[in-house]
């Protein structure tokens, strides 16, 4: 039986995410105590908006354990349909890789970065799009944020790149345009340095569910250029190097 306060905190973000609402972490229906309860709250609102997609991003907490949140609305190779925009809305250019190979939790070893690449299938150029319920994000309470999709409000997956480029040490330019305006241009840059970092992290902690990292799950790894703000509804074109561009609507 589920606790009535995972419940209703569910219902809650559903409910500032039809509104375009955001309210201050005080006012949220209850507070998650333990990573395990947050991403309880996350599958129980992807339960009510019906979202049964096998996308998620890897990030970190601050005191340093991996942690997962599904990505939702999951768009794969845009079309001219556009993409919502809300007010205090980021965007973030990243890569995101699809696994042929499941990567089962591990009690007897360590997986190397070599493990997790030769899981990987394909590399795409995408873009997360940011935005959370919680006006503050998770700047009081990291838990809430994380049940909050750790602010995904959405992401785009654009074209195929080479495998090559998950490298560490590539120094890609990295292009960025909002309405035609440049928002960002320098090269390409992980938090880490190596875009397969968190997802390494993520594979090895053991306390993960074991239907975790199955073959054909995408993972989106990290942003490459920061958080930048979305303004206004925008024509989104982002170019990666001589790899890859995608170009998309957000209305």
Known sequence: MLAPDIIALAHQFRSLRLEDRQVLTNHLTSLP???????????QLSKLEGADVPAWKVAKSPDGRPVVAPLYPYLDEPSDAPVAWRKGMKIEVEIAVSLDKDLPVQTDRAYERSDIEA???????????VWSGIAEGGSVSFLAFLADRLGNAGYV????????????????????????QVAFDNAAQHPTKDVLTWLCEYANDRSRPASSLKAGAVITTGSLCGAVDVHDPSQVSIQLGEYAALKFLLS
């Open 33 to 43: 105590s333990t990573i395990e309860e947050a991403v309880e709250v996350q599958r």
């Open 119 to 129: 899981a990987v299938s394909e590399v795409y150029l995408g873009a997360e799009l």
């Open 157 to 180: 997956r654009g074209p195929a790149l080479p495998l090559a480029i998950l490298q560490p040490g590539s120094n890609i330019p990295l292009k960025l345009w909002l309405n035609k």
